[in-house]
């Protein structure tokens, strides 16, 4: 969010464990706007593979919200 | 900060404490333990203390960012059951808190296991009665049982800290309810926590420093400080410790000392510089141990170190001086290792009037 008010474009990456806190964290610093990509919980010490196919799989989702605005 | 938060909001309740207490509870306003019903005569007893206006903005509390107003500090700490001579205590922490090393916003959501514990110095620990001696981070003393508490209400009600909801503290610890100490001066050997730190050893203050509970290290057998030391290095180099893997970015450790031990160390010509310096040299951990385990590579790694060579040593902080030593506690030579989060470091502040000036007393606010 810090990174977002300067005017770097960003996308923040949550596990789905905690998406409703990083929505409510935005609604209370009033960037409800801020895209953010919900990946599968957990990625602590998963399968490096695993991880790297579920992250991949939301690529295209990055790439829209960084060119969204 | 400011002028001009707004005004708490007032309601009207069956006056059983009981019910408060319900009420209290059911709208999120606590910590789970039963609430001292902040009324208005109470709220404005604890004002007496302070020269500010009540409406005065003394910090916006993340990450919801209310406006904790004097007023709405003076109400959480009547809720946390302090006197009213506590509240220039509980508003220098809220201060201390803020500031932007200490990393609030980090410390309130993190699932690491942190409490703001406060660490008091100067005369106002007399005034206030502060346990500084005997199981100084447990139950008996009503200001550190109460100043703790209160700004974790602070926390909660003004900063939006709801445990799983935005405090996402995994396992959390005791002291999340209360954490503060008062440091033994009077028995420790060495310069205390806030002289340390350029104030002024008649100064009251308070160090907020974000940590795990504290962990006991007994060591009642040693005869060298080298000894008795090591024991301590161990237990802040452990592991599981955040700071084993996180030298590369800003953060601190503390150990705690008895008063006893301290002066056996002093004895022996450890001054508290030798004591730190013997510390940051044994709690490190070689990089084979480290490599792939615990925090391994999830934040910079520290330049000094080649991550490369698993023979290499990596300290648990980026500098000796980033290692607190403060003395408190009762008879014995167990000690404390109270480790934090490794992203944030303490702050100090004086306990002050409105335009800075440091003040002698609590009672200065009322004469």
């Known amino acids: 969010m810090t990174l977002e008010r300067t005017g770097i474009p960003t996308v923040t990456v949550v596990t789905h464990s905690f998406a409703k806190y990083g929505r409510l964290l935005t609604k209370m610093q009033m960037m409800e706007q801020l895209p953010m990509i919900v990946i599968q919980h957990p990625i602590a010490a998963q399968p490096e593979e695993a991880v790297r196919e579920d992250v991949s799989s939301h690529y295209d989702e990055v790439i829209e919200a960084l060119l969204g605005g | ?367």
């Open chain 2, 1 to 367: 900060m400011s002028e001009g938060g707004p005004a708490a909001r007032q309601v009207d309740l069956d006056a059983s404490a009981h019910a408060i207490y319900e009420h209290y509870y059911e709208q999120g306003w606590t910590d789970g333990l039963p609430i001292v019903p902040p009324t208005e005569d109470l709220v404005d007893a604890m004002l007496r203390y302070t020269d500010r206006d009540r409406t005065e903005v003394v910090a916006d509390i993340v990450p919801r960012g209310g406006q904790a107003t004097v007023e709405k500090i003076a109400i959480n700490a009547v809720m946390a059951g302090c006197r009213p001579e506590y509240l220039p205590v509980v508003i220098t922490a809220i201060e201390a808190m803020v500031e932007p090393p200490y990393n609030l916003y980090g410390r309130q959501t993190t699932t690491h296991p942190g409490g703001h514990l406060l660490i008091i110095n100067g005369p106002v620990r007399h005034e206030l009665e502060v346990n500084c001696h005997q199981n100084v981070f447990g139950q008996g003393w009503r200001a550190n049982a109460t100043i703790g508490r209160a700004v974790r209400l602070i926390c909660i009600n003004i900063g939006g800290g709801i445990p799983a909801v935005t405090d996402m503290a995994t396992h959390g610890h005791p002291g999340k309810y209360s954490y503060c100490i008062g440091e033994d001066e009077e028995g420790s050997p060495w310069d205390p926590l806030h002289v340390e730190r350029g104030f002024d050893p008649g100064a009251s203050t308070v160090t907020a420093f974000c940590a795990e509970a504290p962990h006991n290290v007994n060591d009642m057998v040693s005869k060298t400080p080298e000894m008795y030391l090591e024991s301590g290095a161990s237990t802040m180099r452990h592991l599981g410790a955040n700071g084993a893997y996180r030298s590369g970015i800003e953060g601190e450790q503390m150990m705690v000392l008895t008063a006893e031990a301290a002066n056996w160390l002093q004895e022996r010509d450890w001054s508290k510089e030798r004591v730190r310096l013997f510390l940051f040299d044994r709690a490190q951990n070689s990089v084979g141990v480290l490599r792939d385990r615990g925090g391994w590579g999830t934040v910079k790694q520290p330049d000094f170190v080649d991550i490369n060579d698993d023979e290499a040593m990596m300290p648990i902080v980026p500098r000796p001086e980033n290692i607190m030593i403060v003395v408190a506690g009762g008879f014995g030579r167990h000690m404390s290792a109270v480790l934090s989060a490794a992203y944030n470091v303490s702050v100090t502040k004086p306990v002050t009037r409105k335009d800075g000036s440091p003040i002698a007393s609590v009672e200065d606010f009322i004469r």
